[in-house]
């Protein structure tokens, strides 16, 4: 079955640090696109961060542009969201999704992770 | 970067109405739009890519169309396990956006 599985959400101070982890099963990992995508309590949802199959190439959405960094390790089926410098505005469900189509890198996402839930507060 | 709205916001409906939800980008996205459903406390749930195309297990009463800056998508005969929030979806450049959302509830 094909799964995607978030950790490392969690209650953050604002300033503060945090990396969120996906773990990909079911499917060849190494050769798809991974994102990340927000939703703040109540709200819609917003576009974080991409990374290509191999992990060569990322981009990112303005509000997390300079402050995020994603990342991926094939050997372990998993994508990374590091959080730096995290303000009260990054309060969000952080879900993790895979790429519609192998090696497409700007495409929509077929596969959705349950979510991780990250609260900045003091 | 591409701006998105979604009208209308909320939409009331009843079982076996056909519902459309519109989409507009600022520029053109070409045919780089994709539709979302998503119910509270869940994921979101691809429904149509390519602006047309269906996902594989989506049922037909879903559908799509559109090019450039105005896109639809339209719920031929709404069923109750249809109503939750829709969003689209433009990914065709690096700086990819979705819409507002549009609210599906019982009439």
């Known amino acids: 079955e094909v799964e995607l599985l978030e950790s490392g959400g969690g209650v953050v101070q604002p300033g503060g640090s945090l990396r969120l982890s996906c773990a990909a099963s079911?499917?060849?990992?190494?050769?798809?696109?991974m994102g990340w995508v927000r939703q703040a309590p109540g709200k819609g949802l917003e576009f974080v961060s991409s990374?290509?199959?191999?992990?060569?190439?990322?981009y990112y959405g303005k509000s997390v542009r300079g402050r995020f960094t994603v990342s991926r390790d094939n050997s372990k089926n998993t994508v990374y969201l590091q959080m730096n410098n995290v303000g009260v505005e990054d309060t969000a469900v952080y879900f993790c999704?895979?790429?519609?189509?192998?090696?497409?890198?700007?495409?929509?996402?077929?596969?959705w992770g349950r979510g991780t839930m990250v609260i900045a507060s003091s | 970067d591409i701006q998105m709205t979604q009208s209308p916001s909320t939409l009331s409906a009843s079982v076996g109405d056909r519902v459309t939800i519109t989409c507009r980008t600022s520029?053109?996205?070409?045919?780089?739009l994709a539709w979302y459903q998503q119910k509270p406390g869940r994921a979101p749930k691809l429904l149509i890519y390519?602006?047309?195309t269906l996902q594989g297990d989506v049922s037909s009463r879903f559908s799509g169309s559109g090019y450039g800056t105005e896109f639809t998508l339209t719920i031929s005969s709404l069923q109750p396990d249809d109503f939750a929030t829709y969003y689209c979806?433009?990914?065709?450049?690096?700086?990819?956006?979705f819409g507002p959302g549009t609210r599906v509830d019982i009439k």
């Open positions: 520029e053109s996205t070409f045919e780089s």
């Open positions: 999704a895979r790429a519609l189509h192998e090696y497409n890198y700007v495409d929509p996402f077929d596969v």
């Open positions: 079911g499917f060849t990992f190494s050769t798809s696109a």
């Open positions: 979806h433009h990914y065709g450049d690096y700086s990819p956006a």
């Open positions: 390519k602006a047309s």
């Open positions: 990374i290509n199959a191999g992990g060569g190439s990322t």
